[in-house]
């Protein structure tokens, strides 16, 4: 008898497991299917690069919306960025009565890492978030089907200029965001330190030069400071265009589509800085 009371539950539990078995099937499948969808919209977005038509005018009007439109987060984040590390690293460097090298401190920390995170995050928060939303509601709104009904292929219409946009902006908003801090560390090393401005300059060369230089004349923090940015910059245009022309559910859908955008995009970004460094220090050897 009591084989007989076991045997009903031992079935519903299988069934339950089956059932989430095939959950997670299914979860996984969608995964690898959307992961399958990005790179393909990012081979397109690049090869539609090199290839007639050209949308000049809407290169030109998204360069305008992520580097102009982003010109002035970017400066107030690297100046201040700039001003809390001279601040915070001046307290270490007056213990060992070193605070003259406050300069190449904040200038190697602003060219290598910060300042190519930090504008690569500011855009990935305001320019990622507005693509999926823009691309969004056109999915939402039937447009983008109204493109390929009229023979025009979205991705080269809406997605190349896009990505090409943010390829050439995010590269020198980071040069932007590089200046601003290392002006903002000029300012606390003169005022708060009393270190005079040509030497804080001076010691910031010094630190530029000290890494070496590729071809004579590139200096290595340069190549730090600026392959990642083109990186990083294909990796917001990306993300906010796939989630983008993914999206669904209206405009609820619309908010879900900019969250996975900023979400995703800023993962992304620390994670593959870690492996840019890891490959440039492999290659350059500083």
């Excluded at 504008?119 to 709104?141: D, F, H, N, P």
Aim: charged share 10%; net charge positive.
């Amino acid at each position: 008898m009591g084989w007989l009371q076991r045997r009903p539950d031992a079935t519903l539990a299988s069934f339950h497991a089956s059932q989430l078995l095939d959950r997670f099937n299914n979860a996984l499948k969608r995964q690898v299917l959307s992961l399958q969808e990005y790179f393909v919209l990012a081979g397109k977005s690049i090869g539609f690069i090199f290839a007639r038509p050209f949308y000049r005018g809407d290169l030109v009007q998204q360069m305008d919306a992520i580097g102009v439109g982003s010109l002035g987060i970017v400066l107030l984040t690297g100046f201040f960025t700039g001003m809390v590390l001279a601040l915070q690293t001046s307290v270490q460097l007056r213990t060992f009565g070193a605070t003259m090298y406050i300069g190449r401190l904040v200038a190697g920390s602003m060219i290598r890492e910060l300042g190519p995170v930090l504008a690569g995050l500011m855009v990935a928060g305001r320019v990622g978030s507005g693509i999926a939303a823009q691309l969004g509601s056109m999915r939402v709104t039937e447009q983008i089907d109204a493109l390929n009904t009229l023979g025009t292929d979205p991705i080269k219409k809406l997605v190349t200029p896009r990505v090409l946009a943010a390829l050439i902006m995010v590269p020198t908003l980071t040069v932007i965001n590089d200046l601003a801090g290392i002006l903002g560390g000029n300012v606390i090393a003169e005022l708060y330190l009393g270190i005079p401005t040509s030497m804080y300059w001076r010691t910031v060369w010094e630190q530029i030069a000290s890494g070496g230089f590729m071809l004579t004349y590139v200096p290595h923090d340069f190549i730090h400071g600026l392959a990642k940015p083109l990186v990083f910059g294909g990796i917001i245009a990306t993300v906010g265009c796939h989630f983008g022309l993914k999206t669904t559910g209206g405009t609820e859908g619309v908010g879900i589509a900019t969250t996975r955008t900023v979400v995703t995009a800023s993962i992304l970004i620390l994670v593959v800085d870690y492996f840019i460094t890891q490959l440039l220090l492999a290659v350059l050897g500083t």
